[in-house]
């Protein structure tokens, strides 16, 4: 029977993590043991006070539907959170709430992008922004990032890639997979680029609390920036809360409203109970996200040494999130195929750069959202499977 799906289909792309991840279940049903590496999510539990007002929110009949942009007083604590943490004032309507993240980055490539137009992406760099802008007809334009720029973007190559088609550049910081992070330097370049040919700028700063050395700083920090910029950020990483489903948007009011226009048109809305305890994330206490991120950080130092002990293996310490992104090219094998390795022989599961990117090949990821103990085996385990290279044999 031919195939009844739509075209278009062909053009989607998929979410390495999560495909490893299926894998790494079906070898755990066979009896295999799998330290998991491979997804980003942090291996904390959500901060009991935003427990406490989901579950108040539910016991006082918060069921129903909300506005599809969101709840009103949920959008102005959140223009009050941007403009703690990053100086930047915005008014509740030039913000949206969505269920997640991946909407956010859904309905802006929808709003902005018609098939055809060009938007340039860090090459490695979050597999949902190729996916989507491929998959309604527009066109990727890669920009690499360097591992000798500390994984951050060349600013003439960005700028000799734009053309006439270019109508967005992507930029994500701290970085997945490299946890790379851009500098006040970086963005001023990445913004007159935009000024100069009218582009707007999709900031990725879902990891903007995930900073380990430096403080976080934001392209809408630039004056004129604001007004040609959608942030992107959200709970999922800061607050252990990525089953929740909460992201949002800010942004120029025309463009939050057309992104609305889509929620209205895809998911109606996000969860009632969900919003409230979202707000109370942002407005109660700080405690757990600061005692998460040290813990983070110690786990960052005690992995990076570890894997710069491996033969083959060479890793620069990452300034934010909770990735790291080793060179591997002196294994003499190919991304992929090392990690396929990886997760047979050691029972570790990681992704293969190329699963962001051309420009990840000679690269793994690994998430160090896990235990010292699993870590430290996990290190373990992959020296041992190394050694029985012929290479290191």
Request: glycine residues 8%.
């Amino acid at each position: 029977m031919n195939s009844k799906l739509a075209n278009w289909m062909s053009r989607l792309g998929t979410e390495g993590a999560f495909v490893v991840l299926a894998r790494a279940r079906e070898l755990e049903a066979q009896g295999k043991e799998i330290i998991h590496l491979q997804i980003g999510e942090p291996d904390f539990d959500t901060p009991k006070n935003i427990v406490e007002k989901a579950k108040w929110a539910l016991d006082h009949g918060y069921h129903h539907y909300t506005p599809s942009q969101g709840i009103p007083e949920f959008r102005q604590a959140i223009a009050e959170y941007l403009d703690k943490t990053r100086g930047v004032k915005y008014d509740a309507s030039e913000i949206m709430v969505a269920p997640g993240g991946k909407p956010v980055i859904v309905a802006a490539i929808m709003a902005l992008l018609n098939p055809g137009d060009e938007a340039l992406v860090p090459d490695p760099a979050y597999p949902a922004y190729n996916s989507f802008i491929k998959f309604i007809g527009a066109k990727t334009v890669p920009v690499p990032v360097l591992e000798e720029k500390e994984f951050r973007f060349d600013v003439k190559d960005l700028r000799d890639r734009v053309t006439d088609k270019t109508k967005m550049i992507f930029i994500n910081s701290p970085s997945n997979p490299t946890g790379g992070f851009l500098t006040m330097e970086d963005y001023e370049e990445i913004a007159e680029i935009a000024k100069k040919h009218d582009l707007i700028v999709f900031s990725d700063e879902i990891y903007s609390r995930m900073i380990y050395d430096g403080d976080h700083v934001s392209i809408t920090q630039i004056p004129g920036m604001k007004e040609r910029t959608i942030v992107l950020d959200g709970h999922s990483k800061t607050y252990a809360m990525t089953g929740w489903r909460l992201g949002y948007a800010a942004g120029p009011k025309e463009i939050i409203k057309a992104m609305t226009d889509i929620t209205l048109n895809t998911v109606s809305c996000t969860s009632t109970f969900t919003q409230l305890a979202g707000m109370e994330a942002l407005t109660g206490p700080q405690d757990d996200v600061e005692k998460m991120v040290a813990e983070f950080k110690r786990r960052r130092d005690i992995f990076v040494d570890g894997l710069n002990k491996l033969p083959g293996f060479t890793c620069r310490k990452p300034k934010g999130a909770f990735y790291v992104f080793p060179n591997v090219k002196g294994t003499g094998m190919k991304s992929k195929e090392l990690a396929d390795y990886l997760m047979l022989e050691a029972g570790v599961a990681c992704l293969a750069g190329t699963d962001f990117g051309q420009c990840g090949e000679g690269y793994l990821r690994f998430s160090y959202a896990n235990s010292v103990e699993n870590l430290q085996k996990a290190l373990a385990k992959i020296d041992a499977a190394l050694r029985k290279l012929p290479a290191f044999a």
